[in-house]
């Protein structure tokens, strides 16, 4: 292991990685609170300052990814679709496979420029959750309670407000529902079976009415809709403490461009649709398993180095003043000062290993592991 590597994987880093990560997003959290006065006078100019805003946190989770890690997204796609990405308002279907998948998909935001104006269908807990959770709900993030019959009317609202967004933007959702898992895979098949539908292999049976009501909300907004599936080189199954060690991966995420009118306007021809939409993921996979790669030009789009500015700006902003009061209080020598220090350093231990842990499969929601039950999204 060279020098560079050995320094990726010590805990000190992941501990100023995280500092800088936390306190640059409480003080923008602060600035979006502050931002709530432009709204009454200004709703465009309170949107647009606020994807700004938005854009100094999430990037810093891209520059984990692209410049820490140096994992390398390779993108599969056609030349006529390629060059309407990032011009166009689009709904974006992921996959929902791996610990990391948020992160490729914040990736493949940045690098057609709208990490910044990147909406998502997210569970209500989310929103209470600091920083990230906060952010979303200055960007007008879509928020639901996974109960169809209490949040169709407070998604299709959410949804509508979007419709007069100045900014491009991309509408991320994991039809899916929840991550997969082997338990949760077994019952899913059930519920296909249940239907009378195909069983899927690599997915888990889409929860089609919050996909039909978004497509139903933002058509003649939204120009398309990009299917989007991911793999990674290997067989491997990166984590979140992967890419925080500094571990480089190999993603492979395949986008094909489906324009929004060949989407049916009826929910059920809709929810028909998706379904047959995951057919057809299913043997993008069972492919990509047996070869290797997907269809469509293999191409790498440009690093842009804008989460990397952005995060040395908040390095030399936070890093200064946090050595100068640890320099203060060991030199010091007081037995308080430095039992006070341990206690935050351990507090500060376990915090991190917090936040890595609940982007772990094993401890994802129990969502999808009781089936459907007539709750279908």
């Known amino acids: 292991m060279d020098i560079t590597g050995f320094l990726k994987s010590q805990f000190i880093c992941h501990l100023l990685i995280c500092y800088i990560f936390i306190v640059s997003g409480l ?10 006065i432009l709204w009454p006078f200004n709703k465009q100019l309170f949107r647009k300052v606020n994807c700004k805003l938005a854009y100094c946190i999430s990037s810093q989770l891209v520059w984990l990814l692209e410049w820490w890690s140096g994992t390398i997204c390779t993108l599969y796609t056609d030349q006529q679709s390629y060059l309407k990405y990032g011009n166009e308002n689009a709904i974006i279907i992921l996959n929902h496979n791996f610990e990391i998948d948020f992160l490729c998909g914040w990736n493949f935001c940045e690098r057609f420029g709208v990490l910044g104006n990147a909406k998502v269908l997210a569970k209500k807990e989310l929103s209470y959750v600091p920083i990230v959770g906060w952010m979303w709900y200055f960007l007008e993030i879509v928020f639901c309670k996974r109960k169809w019959e209490e949040d169709r009317k407070t998604v299709m609202r959410s949804l509508l407000n979007l ?41 888990l049976l889409p929860r089609t009415k919050g996909f039909a009501v978004t497509v139903q909300c933002l058509r003649n907004v939204v120009s398309a809709v990009y299917d989007s599936t991911l793999n990674f080189r290997n067989n491997e199954n990166p984590t979140v403490l992967g890419v925080l060690n500094g571990k480089k991966y190999h993603a492979d995420l395949y986008v094909r461009r489906i324009p929004l009118e060949e989407v049916p306007e009826d929910e059920q021809e809709c929810s028909n649709w998706l379904y047959k939409l995951y057919q057809e993921k299913d043997a993008f996979q069972e492919e990509y398993y047996r070869t290797g790669t997907y269809p469509g030009t293999p191409v790498v789009p440009t690093r842009r180095p804008w989460p990397l500015l952005n995060w040395l700006f908040w390095a030399l902003l936070l890093l200064y003043p946090l050595f100068k ?29 917090w936040m890595i842990g609940v982007t772990e499969i094993n401890k994802g929601s129990n969502y999808g592991n009781h089936g459907h039950e007539g709750k279908q999204k």
């Open 27 to 36: 003080i923008i959290n602060l600035i979006q609170l502050f931002t709530l």
């Open 325 to 353: 009061l640890l320099i203060n209080m060991i030199s010091s020598g007081s037995s308080l000062t430095l039992a006070t220090l341990a206690f935050v350093f351990i507090a500060a231990s376990v915090g991190v290993r």
């Open 163 to 203: 419709r007069d967004y100045p900014e491009n933007f991309w509408f991320l959702i994991y039809c899916e529902g929840t991550r997969f898992t082997d338990q949760k895979h077994e019952i899913s098949m059930q519920v296909a079976k249940a239907k009378g539908l195909p069983k899927l292999k690599y997915h």
